[in-house]
C-alpha cells in the first residue's frame, strides 16, 4: 500500500513539474505588444491566430489608448494574414505622454459573406511610451 501511495504521489508532484506553452514577453499567446516606444516612433504588434475561413474574412482592429485624459484613442483595422500571424506597426504621435500607462486592444473579428460579424476573440496589453527629448 505504501509504495502504490508513492507512485500516485509522484505523478501528482510531476503533473506541476511540466511547463505549460508560453509565449516570451505576454501575457497572452494571441497578441505581443512591444514592451515600450519612443514618441512618435511606431509600436510593434504581433497578432496571432486570426485568420479567414470559409464563408468569413478575419479583420484586425486595433485601439491605442492611454490613462491621461487628455489623450485621443489611436484606432484602425487591417485584414488579418491567412498564415495566421500579422504583424501591426502603429505610429505613436510625439503628443502622447511618456511615463503613463498605455494599453493596446486588438480585436479579431469575423466578418461573414452573407453580412455581419461576429468577435473571435478581444486582448489587451500594456506599453510605455517613452520621451522623444
Not at 5 to 30: H, Q, T, Y
Request: contains cysteine.
Amino acid at each position: 500500500m505504501r509504495g502504490a501511495c508513492s507512485i500516485v504521489l509522484g505523478i501528482v508532484l510531476m503533473a506541476f513539474l511540466v511547463p505549460g506553452p508560453a509565449v516570451a514577453g505576454s501575457n497572452s499567446p494571441r497578441i505581443t505588444v512591444q514592451n515600450s516606444v519612443v514618441q512618435g516612433q511606431k509600436l510593434r504588434i504581433t497578432v496571432r491566430e486570426c485568420v479567414s475561413g470559409d464563408g468569413w474574412n478575419a479583420v484586425i482592429r486595433i485601439a491605442l489608448f492611454s490613462e491621461a485624459p487628455t489623450v485621443s484613442p489611436i484606432s484602425g483595422e487591417k485584414d488579418a494574414e491567412d498564415d495566421g500571424t500579422t504583424v501591426l506597426r502603429v505610429k505613436v504621435p510625439r503628443r502622447w505622454p511618456a511615463a503613463r500607462d498605455n494599453f493596446a486592444k486588438i480585436q479579431c473579428i469575423h466578418q461573414f459573406d452573407g453580412g455581419g460579424e461576429d468577435r473571435f476573440y478581444e486582448e489587451q496589453e500594456r506599453f510605455r511610451v517613452k520621451d522623444a527629448a
